[in-house]
């Protein structure tokens, strides 16, 4: 954000020659690794958002805040999650899914840490592969918490951005299966649970707070959750109810 000249010159390079929309899968991933490779994992994650991260309608330089002010739409995040598919495909033999799961993590925290419906959303249009293994990588390392949070937000984004809300409970199902013991898996289970109230909590509290804007977001986002909430244990009992009755 220092050099927002140099930014924008740098992007339109890179989209323009390097990049440009007409060119091969293959071509792409290759001036991508090479745009990325050289550099530490900090600064591929700051060069990736400097080409594919959101710009100002008004002037076209690179909005940094724009992932850490408020939720944002598919538009802003197209670009990234647009990359990290290529960066996870076939056509990018240099770059392993630890890599591109790497590179994601460092990217939710540029420049700060990111809205976590912001990361979710960008996972869910990254496409279902890198969506489970990012989420099976946290399953892997104990992380339960910060991965329940993450399903909660993803449920959010399914509601919000209207997919079908049976994905999510798809997508828990199959994580589900990643824990190694039956413990690890309820504690995850309860994790998640334990999120959905903790978020319905801090949002009716920030509504019966007054705390409103022009769009009154505290009520809406009170209003998304909970029929979030609702549609997804909906389809869970969907789940369990045909599972039942198969057997």
Not at 22 to 51: C, E, H
Not at 112 to 117: A, D, G, I, P, R
């Amino acid at each position: 954000g220092s050099a927002r000249r140099l930014e924008l010159r740098i992007r339109l390079f890179c989209r323009g020659v390097l990049l440009s929309p007409g060119s091969r899968r293959s071509d792409s991933a290759f001036w991508l690794t090479r745009i990325l490779k050289p550099w530490p994992m900090v600064n591929q994650a700051r060069l990736l958002y400097i080409i594919f991260g959101p710009v100002s309608s008004r002037d076209g330089h690179v909005v940094w805040q724009k992932m850490i002010e408020g939720p944002t739409d598919e538009t802003s995040l197209k670009g990234l999650a647009d990359a990290i598919k290529l960066l996870y495909g076939t056509e990018a033999r240099e770059w392993t899914a630890d890599d591109v799961i790497s590179l994601v993590d460092e990217l939710s925290v540029v420049p700060q840490e990111w809205l976590m419906e912001n990361n979710a959303r960008l996972l869910l249009l990254s496409g279902n592969s890198i969506c489970f293994t990012f989420m099976a990588s946290k399953a892997v390392n104990g992380r339960a918490v910060e991965l329940a949070r993450l399903m909660v937000f993803m449920v959010l984004v399914c509601e919000k951005d209207l997919y079908c809300m049976d994905w999510a409970v798809k997508m828990m199902h199959k994580v589900c299966k990643v824990f190694s013991t039956p413990w690890e898996r309820n504690n995850f289970l309860q994790c998640l649970e334990n999120s959905f109230a903790r978020m319905l909590m801090d949002m009716l509290q920030a509504v019966l707070a007054g705390e409103r804007d022009e769009e009154d977001s505290s009520f809406l986002n009170l209003f998304h959750l909970m029929n979030a909430q609702a549609n997804f244990h909906k389809e869970i009992l969907y789940l369990a109810m045909g599972s039942t009755s198969s057997t």
